[in-house]
């Protein structure tokens, strides 16, 4: 049996500052917003890769800053994206 965590990290001195282990038959979707919920992230910049823009997720920022990817076939995550595309 495999175990899976996802971590927060502070790039700029190199540590870990949460961990949370991905329960069985389940997945980051429901683990991040867990590890976000013990973080204080009120006023930091949040990189996630793409899941990160499930809603489950995005809604749950705490006054957090997200940086996140654009799919363009995600069409609930990126509506305000793809309008300013078209404005262009």
Excluded at 4 to 17: F, N, R, V
Excluded at 42 to 65: A, L, P, R
């Amino acid at each position: 049996m495999e175990i899976y965590h996802i971590s927060a990290y502070l790039t700029y001195i190199g540590i870990s500052i949460g961990q949370v282990k991905v329960e069985d038959k389940s997945n980051e979707i429901t683990a991040i917003p867990e590890l976000l919920e013990i973080l204080d992230v009120e006023g930091c910049i949040i990189t996630i890769d793409v899941i990160g823009t499930q809603t489950e997720i995005m809604d749950n920022k705490k006054g957090g800053n997200f940086v996140l990817p654009v799919k363009m076939n995600n069409k609930g995550a990126n509506r305000e994206t793809i309008d300013f595309q078209k404005m262009k």
